[in-house]
């Protein structure tokens, strides 16, 4: 009795798994990262409209120290000071010491251990969008806080450099270093460096697809031309 009740589980646990891979076969969803698409061993799927991706690439990926616990079967992610705690088939999840409910709770594909990406990013502030059009999802991380040191771009005199907080890189640098052009910008992306000038002691103005941000006789204009995002600095 006790071999067929192996069998049997044994049995359910290899169709659970071929279940997921079937699911990610059919699935075709990329994951980005400021800017910056996230290559996975396994590929994220979808269940239950909730996206999830491999655990330990998408916490490293946002910066977090990882600890996994076998015999619980449960991840510990801290950054900074922000931890979260997950474990395989429940659908609670601790942040800072705080239950969370979860639509979907974290699963086990064979030796990897998939968990809910918006569920993950959120519990480190980090903004989440969806593009039903491209099967994208879009992660962007939070401008430094205030105690930390605002990247800036060098020779200008100290302004916030848009593609080290976006976390992107320029392509190309024109006119010695003043004009930056920037590809895939997304809104979030826009929003995060405008929190980031404005912590910087930076005023903000809007003008149609243009934001001017203006210090102590710096000007930097920021805005798309066409699908090409542009940093312009003068002034310093």
Not at 54 to 72: H, N, Q, T, Y
């Amino acid at each position: 009795m006790k071999l067929i009740r192996r069998i049997t589980a044994a049995a359910l646990a290899l169709c659970a798994a071929l279940s997921l891979a079937a699911a990610s076969a059919e699935e075709n969803i990329s994951v980005y990262i400021d800017g910056n698409p996230l290559d996975f061993e396994k590929p994220p799927y979808m269940e239950n409209d909730r996206v999830l991706v491999p655990m330990r690439k998408i916490f490293e990926s946002l910066g977090c120290e990882v600890i996994w616990d076998e015999a619980l079967g449960s991840v510990t992610a801290e950054r900074g000071s922000d931890t979260v705690i997950m474990t395989i088939g429940s659908p609670v999840m601790y942040v800072n010491g705080s239950s969370v409910k979860l639509d979907v709770s974290p699963a086990l594909d064979y030796d990897t251990t998939f968990v809910p990406l918006r569920a993950v990013s959120e519990a480190f502030s980090c903004v989440v969008t969806w593009s039903d059009e491209s099967e994208s999802v879009f992660i962007v991380t939070p401008a430094p806080s205030a105690a930390e040191t605002t990247p800036v771009y060098e020779d200008s005199g100290g302004v916030p450099d848009f593609g080290r907080i976006a976390g992107i890189t320029p392509d190309p640098v024109l006119e010695n270093n003043t004009v930056y052009c920037y590809m895939n910008v997304t809104p979030e992306m826009v929003d995060k460096y405008s929190e980031a000038m404005r912590g910087e002691g930076y005023s903000v103005h809007e003008t149609g697809e243009y934001r001017i941000y203006a210090k102590d006789g710096s000007s930097v204009l920021a805005g798309f031309r066409g699908e090409v995002f542009m940093v312009v600095i003068t002034n310093y």
